[in-house]
């Protein structure tokens, strides 16, 4: 699997992370099972949080591999979110960041991101925060998640260290920063500008959007592969497919790898023969005519 740099960092990736919010359930053998699957096919890269499971995801996680193991991987967690509200104070972040290392059996974590937007954020503390936890080595590099270019710059100004990543909901399903940019002074639904231009901004400032949810559409109303809901979508991801050799999760993936902004989109698959089919797609390369159809068989039409 080809690598990227995340965002102005040094810090080489592989160009898909694995997510790890279902696998809470799952014993140490089938994690182990499932970082090895991961292992094997190039993505070294694992997407956690504090609140994934209640914390089970990062224990079982972090129960399962072994100190070698460790050397060989990145693990980014994120904080943020309590019940009922979110909590970016200093005290927060910093106690979030202790559970998750005693959680995952570790001394440092490679990326730490705030897990969406807290209106009651002060830029000041969470730059204390952030000023803590790499001067005392818990934490190498950080990052956001769901937030607008006005909410990063913003935090941005009081830290001395640069954001080099931003989460967002991304998919063929779910596409309103590419909508919007493509329907540009249209009188429509799809040009209406929901996020400040943040592909764009992103791109500008060298920050790694990671697409959450690839294989979903709506807010986790399911996924749209193999779905009777879109049988255009499907048709055109398997004929495409049958191109290239590769299952339609596969192409789903590579439709987003093919834009050139250099995304990392996280899986959501604790199924491994799935999960190595999201990660195949990093070998293949659609064409602009392909990435094109797709988008039109999602349901976008073009002005």
């Not at 992370?17 to 970082?35: H, L, N, T, W």
């Not at 290392?101 to 807290?118: E, N």
């Amino acid at each position: 699997m080809y690598k990227i740099e995340l965002g102005k960092t040094s810090l080489q990736v592989p160009t898909i992370a694995v997510g790890c919010m279902r696998i809470s359930d799952m014993s140490e053998k089938q994690v182990s099972a499932f970082v090895d699957t991961a292992l094997e096919n190039g993505a070294n890269f694992f997407d956690h949080a504090d609140i994934y499971g209640g914390g089970k995801s990062e224990e079982v996680f972090g129960k399962a591999i072994t100190p070698i193991i460790r050397e060989n991987i990145i693990i980014q967690t994120k904080c943020g979110i309590r019940q009922g509200q979110f909590d970016f104070s200093y005290d927060h972040i910093v106690n979030s960041v202790d559970g998750s290392l005693k959680r995952l059996q570790t001394d440092y974590i490679d990326v730490l991101l705030l897990h969406r937007p807290d209106a009651l954020m002060e830029p000041e503390e969470v730059a204390k925060a952030f000023d803590y936890l790499k001067t005392s080595g818990k934490v190498r590099h950080f990052g956001v998640s769901n937030q607008n270019p006005y909410q990063i710059e913003l935090l941005q100004n009081s830290l001395d260290m640069p954001i080099c990543a931003n989460q967002l909901q991304f998919s063929i399903m779910h596409a309103p920063m590419i909508q919007s940019g493509i329907n540009v002074n249209m009188y429509n639904e799809s040009g209406v500008n929901r996020d400040g231009s943040v592909l764009d901004y992103c791109r500008l400032n060298k920050i790694t959007i990671q697409p959450w949810s690839p294989m979903q559409y709506g807010f986790f109303e399911g996924c749209f592969v193999d779905n009777p809901k879109f049988p255009e979508l499907n048709n055109v991801l398997e004929k495409i497919g049958n191109k290239y050799g590769v299952s339609k999760t596969t192409i789903a993936f590579a439709w987003i790898l093919r834009h050139p902004a250099k995304m990392q989109p996280v899986t959501g698959t604790t199924n491994l023969t799935r999960l190595a089919d999201c990660l195949k797609s990093s070998k293949i390369t659609i064409t602009r005519e392909e990435w094109y159809e797709i988008y039109r068989a999602a349901g976008n039409k073009l002005p």
